[in-house]
């Protein structure tokens, strides 16, 4: 993959109306639950970055038709559950951890042999998290030593349900083994022990699939399906992608003078943690034109320049906002005090070790941030650092969340290894460049 880099110019302030594309999340599942469902599936708002990419392609090798996205728009002509088929290569799941995770629970059902593989990137994160669980419903799955990708799947006589407690909070986790629960005898049931988000168990619905969601405690829930049901095609409209609109919506509270609306955001209440953490450290922020949209609320989301303070952020918020804490520690770095945060290791093993790569990023710029084991210490306040140069280490969500950072810079900021932006929001530089950030490619 060739060299791409950002340069950002300290800006002023945003103003405007922008649309960010569909959420990542819920494109994979539309294509996922589309192939296995009797019927035609029309996608509208499809994400068309490589990750989601990746998984259409992935069930166009296995015989689903699925139409080029255009604008967002996909037709997916169902096979049912029992009809896909074999692979004649390697499944490529690009640089998507949610890709790899689900494909592992529905492949884990087949009756025939697949292999799932990734970039560089995937091919280092951790997939004993399903392959473990997935051997106790009878898989045959197996990973490379240390439980890294390539996952290498083989037909199992039957899988059958299990109860598993999650040992960490995890929607990839939970919803691989919901979808290997679609293929076994018997019910499966998860249990998870902090909230995560549900877009899996909406779909499912959607899709006219039962199951049955129990609240155990105030922390704890219980997810249930039994085994053999069949999948009914359904439209789907994709909402804006949360995690993407969180790099506006920090932009906005960060710069000066800046009136910013993000239109038509999926706040699914197991995503909105970016928000409540925003709200706590004092940002503007207000919702218009609330909606639903096939069981997911959608609303506009309003920012304006905010004074932040920093905070302690709170345990039940770490889990609804971990992909988003990249540009969290931006809001946190030009908050007025420290910001605590805590209980967040699983962002040491995402694309990149994202709390050394982002507290080496904010010291470039002369910010007071101390990595901790499972998360960070920061002191907000002024950059100081003139003509830093900013590693990435190829992840995307690095690369915007330090070119959102360079709005408080004393000089350009440029930032390397950008690539990777194109998997999840691949018009990033042209919305950014349309409501006043001043961002060059090379």
């Known amino acids: 993959m060739q060299n791409v880099q950002f340069t950002v110019s300290p800006s002023r302030s945003l103003k405007g109306r922008v649309r960010v594309p569909g959420d990542k999340s819920i ?20 994400l068309q970055g490589e990750d989601a990419l990746a998984t259409l392609r992935a069930f166009q090798t296995m015989g689903v038709d699925i139409s080029e996205p255009d604008q967002g728009r996909v037709t997916v002509q169902g096979v049912g559950l029992r009809g896909l088929k074999a692979p004649t290569a390697d499944l490529d799941m690009g640089n998507s951890g949610t890709a790899m995770r689900l494909m592992a629970g529905i492949l884990a059902g087949q009756n025939f042999q697949s292999r799932l593989v990734g970039d560089a990137s995937l091919s280092k994160r951790p ?15 197996d990973t490379d030593e240390g439980g890294t990708p390539p996952i290498r799947i083989s037909p199992s006589p039957a899988l059958h349900g299990i109860d598993y407690t999650l040992p960490m909070a995890s929607a990839q986790v939970k919803s691989c083994l919901l979808l290997a629960g679609l293929f076994a005898k018997g019910q499966t049931s998860v249990i998870e022990p902090a909230p995560t988000r549900d877009h899996t168990e909406r779909m499912l619905k959607g899709f006219g699939y039962s199951l049955e969601v129990e609240k155990l405690d105030a922390l704890r829930t219980k997810v249930s399906l039994q085994g053999g049901g069949r999948l009914q095609a359904c439209a789907i ?65 309003r920012v304006r320049s905010s004074n932040l303070k920093g905070i302690e952020i709170p345990a039940h ?18 908050a007025e005090g420290q910001t605590i945060l805590t209980g967040a290791e699983e962002l040491r093993v995402k694309e990149s070790d994202r709390i050394q790569v982002m507290a080496d990023g904010l010291q470039a ?42 709005l408080r810079a004393k000089q350009p900021l440029v930032i390397d290894d950008c690539a990777n932006v194109n998997t999840s ?18």
């Open 27 to 46: 494109s994979h599942r539309s294509i996922m639950l589309g192939a296995l469902a009797e019927g035609t599936t029309e996608i509208t708002g499809f």
């Open 127 to 141: 997939m004993k998290r399903v392959t473990d669980p997935l051997k106790a419903m009878g898989a045959q799955v």
């Open 317 to 334: 918020l770490v889990p609804l906002a971990i992909d988003e804490f990249p540009v969290l520690f931006v809001a946190a770095s030009a």
């Open 365 to 406: 710029v002369g910010i007071d941030a101390t990595p901790t084991p499972d998360g960070m210490i920061i002191q907000g306040g002024a950059q100081t650092s003139q003509n830093a140069v900013i590693h990435s280490h190829h992840d995307h969500r690095i690369s915007m969340a330090m070119a959102v950072a360079a």
């Open 425 to 442: 929001f691949p018009s990033f530089v042209a919305l950014m460049r349309q409501v006043g950030l001043e961002i060059d490619v090379t």
């Open 237 to 301: 409209d994709v909402p804006s992608d949360i995690s993407s609109a969180a790099f506006f919506m920090v932009a906005a509270a960060i710069a000066d003078d800046s009136d910013l609306v993000i239109e038509h955001v999926g706040l699914n209440p197991t995503r909105t943690g970016v928000i409540d953490i925003l709200k706590l450290m004092g940002a503007d922020i207000t919702l218009e034109n609330a909606d639903e949209v096939g069981g997911e609320p959608v609303a506009d989301v």
